[in-house]
Protein backbone atom coordinates (compact mmCIF):
# COMPACT_ATOMS: atom_id res chain seq x y z
CA UNK A 1 0.00 0.00 0.00
CA UNK A 2 1.30 3.20 -0.77
CA UNK A 3 2.08 5.98 1.58
CA UNK A 4 1.76 9.48 1.09
CA UNK A 5 5.45 11.08 1.58
CA UNK A 6 6.73 14.61 0.92
CA UNK A 7 9.42 15.00 -1.92
CA UNK A 8 13.35 15.81 -0.80
CA UNK A 9 14.01 17.84 -3.46
CA UNK A 10 11.26 20.48 -3.84
CA UNK A 11 8.51 19.37 -0.34
CA UNK A 12 5.53 18.86 -3.24
CA UNK A 13 3.08 15.32 -1.68
CA UNK A 14 3.79 12.57 -3.47
CA UNK A 15 2.52 8.83 -3.35
CA UNK A 16 5.48 6.40 -1.99
CA UNK A 17 5.01 3.41 -3.69
CA UNK A 18 8.91 1.75 -2.66
CA UNK A 19 9.83 2.60 -5.84
CA UNK A 20 11.06 5.93 -6.42
CA UNK A 21 11.88 8.14 -2.93
CA UNK A 22 11.20 11.44 -4.71
CA UNK A 23 8.07 12.66 -6.53
CA UNK A 24 7.08 12.11 -10.17
CA UNK A 25 8.86 15.78 -11.50
CA UNK A 26 11.48 15.32 -9.82
CA UNK A 27 12.30 11.93 -11.23
CA UNK A 28 11.66 13.12 -14.74
CA UNK A 29 14.30 15.61 -13.96
CA UNK A 30 16.62 13.35 -12.57
CA UNK A 31 15.90 10.93 -15.91
CA UNK A 32 16.80 13.68 -17.77
CA UNK A 33 19.92 14.40 -16.00
CA UNK A 34 20.91 10.60 -15.84
CA UNK A 35 20.17 10.98 -20.30
CA UNK A 36 22.68 14.02 -20.12
CA UNK A 37 25.95 12.38 -17.98
CA UNK A 38 25.07 8.97 -20.06
CA UNK A 39 25.68 10.76 -23.21
CA UNK A 40 28.73 12.34 -21.81
CA UNK A 41 29.93 9.51 -20.69
CA UNK A 42 29.56 7.45 -23.80
CA UNK A 43 32.15 9.45 -25.43
CA UNK A 44 35.16 8.11 -25.83
CA UNK A 45 37.11 10.77 -24.27
CA UNK A 46 34.99 11.37 -21.46
CA UNK A 47 34.93 7.70 -20.50
CA UNK A 48 37.69 8.18 -17.46
CA UNK A 49 36.57 11.09 -16.52
CA UNK A 50 36.29 11.79 -12.66
CA UNK A 51 33.15 12.50 -10.32
CA UNK A 52 34.19 16.10 -10.12
CA UNK A 53 34.74 16.54 -13.97
CA UNK A 54 31.28 14.47 -14.41
CA UNK A 55 30.07 17.08 -12.14
CA UNK A 56 31.82 20.47 -13.88
CA UNK A 57 30.73 18.86 -17.54
CA UNK A 58 27.22 18.47 -17.00
CA UNK A 59 25.95 20.33 -14.14
CA UNK A 60 24.49 17.14 -11.87
CA UNK A 61 24.89 16.86 -8.28
CA UNK A 62 27.44 14.53 -7.30
CA UNK A 63 25.09 12.57 -4.54
CA UNK A 64 23.03 11.62 -8.00
CA UNK A 65 25.59 10.07 -9.30
CA UNK A 66 26.57 8.37 -6.24
CA UNK A 67 23.42 7.01 -5.95
CA UNK A 68 23.49 6.00 -9.98
CA UNK A 69 26.51 4.12 -9.40
CA UNK A 70 25.04 2.40 -6.08
CA UNK A 71 22.00 1.06 -8.02
CA UNK A 72 24.18 -0.15 -10.77
CA UNK A 73 22.51 2.49 -13.48
CA UNK A 74 25.89 3.58 -14.24
CA UNK A 75 28.94 0.66 -14.19
CA UNK A 76 32.35 1.22 -12.79
CA UNK A 77 33.08 -1.56 -14.81
CA UNK A 78 32.51 0.87 -18.19
CA UNK A 79 33.41 3.97 -16.32
CA UNK A 80 36.59 3.08 -14.05
CA UNK A 81 36.87 6.60 -12.21
CA UNK A 82 33.67 6.25 -11.34
CA UNK A 83 32.59 4.86 -7.53
CA UNK A 84 30.74 6.66 -4.60
CA UNK A 85 32.23 7.40 -1.15
CA UNK A 86 33.17 4.68 1.89
CA UNK A 87 30.58 4.26 4.69
CA UNK A 88 33.54 4.81 6.64
CA UNK A 89 36.64 6.75 5.16
CA UNK A 90 35.24 8.54 2.10
CA UNK A 91 37.45 7.34 -0.39
CA UNK A 92 35.36 6.67 -3.93
CA UNK A 93 34.63 2.41 -4.00
CA UNK A 94 32.30 0.40 -6.51
CA UNK A 95 31.13 -1.47 -4.85
CA UNK A 96 29.56 -2.51 -1.04
CA UNK A 97 29.14 0.07 1.64
CA UNK A 98 32.81 -0.02 2.61
CA UNK A 99 36.41 0.52 0.83
CA UNK A 100 38.56 -2.20 0.40
CA UNK A 101 41.25 -0.53 2.25
CA UNK A 102 38.28 -0.27 5.82
CA UNK A 103 36.69 -4.26 4.72
CA UNK A 104 40.48 -5.14 5.23
CA UNK A 105 40.79 -3.26 8.31
CA UNK A 106 37.14 -4.21 10.19
CA UNK A 107 38.58 -8.17 9.10
CA UNK A 108 41.72 -7.88 11.17
CA UNK A 109 40.61 -6.02 14.29
CA UNK A 110 37.37 -8.90 13.60
CA UNK A 111 40.23 -11.75 13.84
CA UNK A 112 42.10 -9.99 16.76
CA UNK A 113 39.00 -9.97 18.74
CA UNK A 114 38.52 -13.32 18.19
CA UNK A 115 42.46 -14.44 18.90
CA UNK A 116 41.51 -12.47 22.40
CA UNK A 117 38.30 -13.77 23.41
CA UNK A 118 39.49 -17.30 22.68
CA UNK A 119 42.77 -16.69 24.79
CA UNK A 120 40.25 -15.32 27.36
CA UNK A 121 38.16 -18.42 27.56
CA UNK A 122 41.40 -20.84 27.44
CA UNK A 123 42.38 -18.66 30.92
CA UNK A 124 39.13 -18.88 32.51
CA UNK A 125 39.26 -22.62 31.64
CA UNK A 126 42.64 -23.20 33.00
CA UNK A 127 41.55 -21.22 36.70
CA UNK A 128 39.01 -23.88 37.10
CA UNK A 129 41.39 -26.56 37.20
CA UNK A 130 42.40 -29.57 40.23
CA UNK A 131 44.46 -27.98 42.61
CA UNK A 132 46.37 -30.05 44.86
CA UNK A 133 46.65 -29.20 48.67
CA UNK A 134 49.82 -30.65 50.34
CA UNK A 135 48.52 -31.51 53.71
CA UNK A 136 51.51 -31.22 55.88
CA UNK A 137 54.16 -34.21 55.59
Known amino acids: MAE ?17 DVCHKCAQ ?47 PALFPNLGYPCDNCGHLTTKGKLCESCQNELKSDLRTFEAAKEFRENVANNEKGTYFVNKGK
Open 29 to 75: KEEEMYEIVYRFLRKRENRAATVERIVEATGVEQELLYRWVRKNRLH
Open 4 to 20: IKNCPNCGEFFNYTGIR
